[in-house]
């Protein structure tokens, strides 16, 4: 388990949400990020700062540390689905299994996302009540996965996505509404500058980002897990 001096950041949801935008909108490869980042668990607050690279639907090494004390306290996180490992200075350990299946139910948004932006009739969707806010909604359903509610702004691009996760750390379902704001551009992919998201009503994590790359295929060794499975 990956720990900061403060409660556990929620890497993979932010990541695996902005992931999903990007996608929609052109055939990237992998992105990369860096950002700040406010935590809200455990009834404490954490600043963040850090690096997110992901190759969707399933790879991904994302880097945070406390923003006050620096680099110095860095963290990872390696997702090479099926697996996934964590990553404090050198030593690497299998991710633990509630945090896997956590990352999975957030994964598997990307490939709802993504069908719909590609060009998927809205048909094969169940069209379902507006949100809070008047955005048109969606629910997507899939065999052997949760059911996904997708609300589009009155521009067209998704706004609001309610879903339920496996927590990270409790191994219960949790009920996630994340609302996606702003834009930052690269090689015609439209990013969301700001994440928010709220697990079961309260406040959980807000990400805003300062600068965004659409780059090659991730390349570092780390996603073979190399130190968590010797020969």
């Given at each position: 388990?990956?720990?900061?001096?403060?409660?556990?950041?929620?890497?993979?949801?932010?990541?695996?949400?902005?992931?999903?935008?990007?996608?929609?909108?052109?055939?990237?490869?992998?992105?990369?990020?860096?950002?700040?980042?406010?935590?809200?668990?455990?009834?404490?607050?954490?600043?963040?700062?850090?690096?997110?690279?992901?190759?969707?639907?399933?790879?991904?090494?994302?880097?945070?540390?406390?923003?006050?004390?620096?680099?110095?306290?860095?963290?990872?996180?390696?997702?090479?689905?099926?697996?996934?490992?964590t990553e404090t200075g050198d030593s690497l350990s299998?991710?633990?299994?509630?945090?896997?299946?956590?990352?999975?139910?957030?994964?598997?948004?990307?490939?709802?996302?993504?069908?719909?932006?590609?060009?998927?009739?809205?048909?094969?969707?169940?069209?379902?009540?507006?949100?809070?806010?008047?955005?048109?909604?969606?629910?997507?359903?899939?065999?052997?996965?949760?059911?996904?509610?997708?609300?589009?702004?009155?521009?067209?691009?998704?706004?609001?996505?309610?879903?339920?996760?496996?927590?990270?750390?409790?191994?219960?379902?949790?009920i996630q509404d994340v609302w996606l704001e702003g834009?930052?551009?690269?090689?015609?992919?439209?990013?969301?500058?700001?994440?928010?998201?709220?697990q079961d009503g309260e406040p959980y994590f807000d990400?805003?980002?300062?600068?965004?790359?659409?780059?090659?295929?991730?390349?570092?060794?780390?996603?073979?897990?190399?130190?968590?499975?010797?020969?």
């Open positions: 388990m990956i720990e900061h001096r403060g409660p556990e950041p929620p890497f993979l949801s932010p990541l695996l949400l902005l992931t999903l935008v990007a996608c929609s909108r052109a055939p990237a490869v992998a992105f990369t990020w860096t950002g700040d980042a406010v935590v809200h668990a455990g009834g404490q607050t954490v600043d963040i700062s850090g690096q997110w690279q992901v190759q969707p639907p399933d790879t991904a090494i994302v880097t945070t540390w406390l923003r006050a004390a620096g680099p110095a306290t860095a963290r990872s996180l390696i997702l090479a689905a099926p697996r996934g490992w299998p991710m633990p299994s509630a945090m896997l299946a956590n990352e999975r139910d957030e994964f598997y948004l990307y490939q709802l996302i993504r069908l719909m932006s590609r060009g998927e009739k809205r048909s094969s969707l169940i069209p379902i009540a507006a949100d809070t806010l008047g955005q048109q909604g969606f629910r997507a359903e899939r065999v052997g996965r949760p059911a996904a509610d997708l609300f589009l702004g009155h521009d067209g691009r998704l706004a609001h996505v309610r879903f339920a996760v496996t927590g990270a750390g409790s191994g219960k379902t949790a834009e930052i551009t690269h090689r015609g992919v439209h990013w969301p500058a700001r994440i928010r998201i709220d990400l805003v980002i300062h600068h965004f790359q659409v780059v090659p295929p991730l390349q570092d060794p780390r996603l073979k897990g190399a130190h968590a499975d010797p020969p």
